[in-house]
């Protein structure tokens, strides 16, 4: 039997408000792969996470519902990705964070 996946992935969400206010937050989610996903690698997260995104199957956005309420645009992006053990695997190169 296959060992699923799994990445620790941080999210940058960016919101801009309908008052104009913008706001940034960074949120971590915990993401098990398993063969059906197809996702080996970083790789192959890459390549396959836009559309895991639009069939919502990430939410980064659930620690910060409070900014969602107020109404606005939401830009959500992963910044960095690191295996189970933490080590890094991939980092966006603007992303300055932990």
């Known amino acids: 039997m296959e060992k699923n996946r799994i990445f620790l992935i941080t999210w940058e969400v960016c919101w801009c408000g309908d008052s104009g206010e913008d706001r940034t937050e960074y949120t971590e989610t915990i993401e098990e792969f398993d063969e059906d996903d197809g996702v080996d690698s970083v790789e192959d997260f890459l390549e396959v996470s836009d559309e895991m995104f639009e069939d919502d199957r ?22 960095k990705i690191c295996d189970e053990d933490g080590n890094e695997l991939w980092r966006d190169p603007d992303y300055k964070g932990e």
């Open 58 to 79: 990430f939410d980064p956005e659930s620690t910060i519902d409070q900014y969602l309420e107020e109404g606005g645009d939401v830009n959500i992006e992963y910044v």
